[in-house]
Every structure is written in C-alpha cells, then in structure tokens.
C-alpha cells in the first residue's frame, strides 16, 4: 500500500464548477501537506502550503487537512479552462527534506 | 537564472548505455532534490543534498543511479546500464532553505528530463 493515496480521475467539470480532490495518507508522522499543479510536460508547480490540520485559503483555492482522519482535501472556486492539470497532494514529515506524492488527478474543465 | 534549469529536455538511450542528466538550481538555493516521475504517476523521491552533501540517497533505486552536487551548485544525476524501467521523468527540486521550521519551504521545481531507454 502507498503511504499517499490519490484518485487518478480524470475528473471533468464545466466552467464555473466547484472542484474538490482529496487524498488519504497512512503515515502519522506527516505534518506539511502541499498541492502541486502541473501542466502536460512541465514540473509540478507549488499551489497551497499547509503545517498540521485546520484550513488554508487563496484566492479561489482552500485546503483542507484533517489530521485525524489523515485526509486532506484541495477546493477550487469557480474553475477555469486554465485550471485544466494535474493537481498532485504531496506530504513531508518535520524534516522537510522528503516529499511523499500522490499519483495525481487529472482535472478538465469544459469551457 | 529565472528558475531551475534541466538539460537534456529529452533523451533517447539504448539498454546498456550510460546517460547523465543536468540541473542548475536557482542561484543560492541551499537545497537540492531529484525526483522520478514514472507516467500518470507522482514524483518518487530519489536524493538530496544541502549544499554539496548528499543528506539523503534512500530513494535510489539501485547502485547503477549516482547523483552529485561538487560545488554546491550544479547537479549531476548518472545512470550506468540504464534499463527500460528507468524510463521516467527525472525533476530536479531547489529550495533555498535546510529542512527545518515551519516556514514555506515549498520547492522549485525545472521541466524535468525525459528520458526514454529503448
């Protein structure tokens, strides 16, 4: 079993949608829990940062962690055509030198 | 330069040649990290150095990957005898501080290599 589990999608919403992506964890031990973007062909690209459980917001983006159902959850407001990516969950516990990946979900938004 | 640069984008090799791929950090970048994407996977973590010491190799997946940093700046990721399942993506990570704290300290990553081995 993975320690960083992530539904592959592909998940397809209109323009303007709400879009919510998840992933499970296993290791107790994590406390920085980040969202990655990535575009087709280009390194994934930092979107939330988050230490420990409780909520984060930026703009059209939320994070969520609940730590003691070691869930973590990405909201995106009002999507967009441009949001269309991968959007990969990573985890690191205190020392900040490992990140554990999801496998990413693949995300469409329809104009 | 602008952001963490990676040579060659693309790379073609056949089983049992020797590649070596670049990585030029964000100038000042303390921290530097390779990672292995395998297609519609995540990044798997491969090594890392804080300067030119390599802190942690826990994630080569073999002694045929070797990676240096000898000056702190420039990497270099070498795999010997390379085999088809090291067809992957190799991203290159820098981050300008050590692991500790609770600051961002989220990285940088370049556009990776590509490399396929026929």
């Known amino acids: 079993q993975k320690e960083v589990e992530q539904d592959p999608g592909p998940l397809s919403v209109p323009e303007g949608a709400i879009v919510s992506l998840n992933c499970t964890y296993s290791n107790s031990a994590f406390q920085y829990f980040m969202w990655y973007r990535q575009y087709s062909r280009k390194g994934p690209e930092l979107l939330m940062y988050?230490?420990?459980?409780g909520n984060k917001e930026d703009g059209r983006f939320t994070a969520q962690v609940d730590k003691s159902s070691k869930y973590i959850s990405l909201f995106i407001r009002d999507s967009q055509p441009s949001d269309s990516a991968t959007y990969l969950c990573a985890m690191s516990s205190y020392n900040f030198n490992k990140f554990y990946f999801g496998s990413g979900t693949k995300l469409n938004v329809k104009p | 330069g602008a952001g963490v640069s990676q040579s060659p984008r693309y790379k073609v090799a056949k089983r049992g040649q020797d590649v070596a791929l670049r990585c030029d950090p964000i100038?000042?970048?303390?921290?530097l990290f390779w990672y292995q994407q395998a297609l519609g996977q995540g990044p798997e973590f491969l090594t890392y150095f804080q300067n030119e010491a390599q802190l942690d190799k826990s994630g080569l997946p073999s002694d045929r990957f070797f990676a240096e940093r000898p000056e702190g700046s420039v990497s270099t990721l070498k795999i010997q005898r390379t085999q088809q399942e090291d067809s992957a993506v190799y991203l290159c990570?820098?981050?300008?501080?050590?692991?500790?704290?609770?600051?961002?300290?989220?990285?940088?990553f370049g556009s990776g290599t590509r490399l396929t081995v026929v």
């Open positions: 988050t230490y420990s459980s």
């Open positions: 990570a820098s981050s300008i501080r050590t692991g500790t704290g609770r600051s961002n300290y989220g990285y940088t």
């Open positions: 100038s000042g970048h303390v921290s």
